[in-house]
C-alpha cells in the first residue's frame, strides 16, 4: 500500500497543480475538445479535469480515453469529473468531487491508493474532513461569479486563506478566475488555479494559458 501512495504523490506534486484546466465544451464552436486541450497544454496547463454534464457514460468514456492520450503525451495528470466509472474505464490518474457527491473516504476505497482524489470545499471544517478522509488536494471556490455555476456561493479571500492554512494537502483556488482578477489571489498561499472559460472560450487558447501561466508564477512563490 505505501509503494502504490508513493506512485500516487509522482503523478501530484504542488508545481502540477499550478495551472489547472477544466473542459468546457460549451466554447467549441466546431473545433473538437482534443485539439482545444492540446492548445491549452501547449500553453501551459498543467493539470487537467475533463468535466462533462451532458455526455451518457459511453460518450464520456469515449473522449475520456481520446483525452488521456494527449495528457499522457505531455505527461500531465489527469482527472474526471464526479464520474467514478469513467475514471476507472479510461484509467484517468483519479477523480475529482464535490460536496453532494460521494466521500472522499468511500471513493478511496473504489479507486485504490494510486488513485488522486480531488474535493471541492467551501469551508475549514470541509476540508479538514476531506484531508482526513484522503483527499489528494482541495478545489476551493467560487471566488469570483461565474458562468459555468450560476448557483455557486462566493468563498472570501480570507477563508481561502484559513483554508489553505488549515491542511497540509495542495490548495486550488476555483471559481471565475481569469486574467484580469487571477492577481488578487496572491497571498492567499494557494497552489494554484483552476480555470474554465478564461482558457476555453478564448480565441486563441493557447496564448490565454501561457499568459495564465505566467500570471500565476509571479504570484505563487
Same mark, same amino acid.
Not at 134 to 161: C, I, N, P, Q, W
Not at 182 to 201: C, H
Given at each position: 500500500m505505501t509503494h502504490l501512495k508513493e506512485v500516487r504523490k509522482l503523478k501530484l506534486s504542488r508545481e502540477s497543480l499550478l495551472l489547472y484546466a477544466v473542459t468546457d465544451r460549451s466554447w467549441l464552436n466546431g473545433k473538437s475538445l482534443y485539439d482545444q486541450v492540446e492548445e491549452s497544454i501547449l500553453g501551459g496547463v498543467t493539470f487537467l479535469q475533463l468535466r462533462e454534464k451532458e455526455l451518457n457514460n459511453d460518450e464520456f468514456l469515449k473522449e475520456a480515453v481520446e483525452i488521456k492520450t494527449l495528457t499522457d503525451k505531455h505527461n500531465i495528470p489527469f482527472v474526471i469529473n464526479d464520474n467514478i466509472y469513467v475514471a476507472l474505464q479510461c484509467n484517468a490518474d483519479g477523480v475529482h468531487i464535490g460536496q453532494t457527491d460521494m466521500e472522499a473516504g468511500q471513493v478511496r476505497t473504489l479507486i485504490g491508493e494510486d488513485k488522486i482524489i480531488g474535493v471541492s470545499v467551501q469551508t475549514v471544517q470541509q476540508a479538514i474532513e476531506a484531508e482526513k478522509k484522503?483527499?489528494?488536494? &482541495?478545489?476551493?471556490?467560487?471566488?469570483?461569479?461565474?458562468?459555468? $455555476?450560476?448557483?455557486?456561493? &462566493?468563498?472570501?479571500?480570507?477563508?481561502?486563506?484559513?483554508?489553505?492554512?488549515?491542511?497540509? @494537502?495542495?490548495?486550488? /483556488?476555483?471559481?471565475?478566475?481569469?486574467?484580469?482578477?487571477?492577481?488578487? &489571489?496572491?497571498?492567499?498561499?494557494?497552489?494554484?488555479? /483552476? @480555470?474554465?472559460?478564461? @482558457?476555453?472560450? $478564448?480565441?486563441? @487558447?493557447? $496564448?490565454?494559458?501561457?499568459? &495564465?501561466?505566467?500570471?500565476?508564477?509571479?504570484?505563487?512563490?
Open positions: 484522503g483527499a489528494d488536494y &482541495l478545489g476551493v471556490g467560487a471566488m469570483f461569479s461565474t458562468s459555468t $455555476k450560476h448557483d455557486a456561493s &462566493l468563498v472570501t479571500f480570507e477563508d481561502l486563506r484559513n483554508i489553505c492554512n488549515s491542511v497540509s @494537502i495542495p490548495v486550488v /483556488a476555483i471559481g471565475g478566475i481569469n486574467e484580469t482578477n487571477l492577481s488578487m &489571489l496572491k497571498g492567499t498561499n494557494i497552489d494554484g488555479a /483552476a @480555470i474554465v472559460s478564461a @482558457i476555453y472560450s $478564448k480565441k486563441n @487558447i493557447r $496564448k490565454a494559458s501561457q499568459e &495564465l501561466h505566467s500570471i500565476l508564477k509571479q504570484i505563487i512563490k
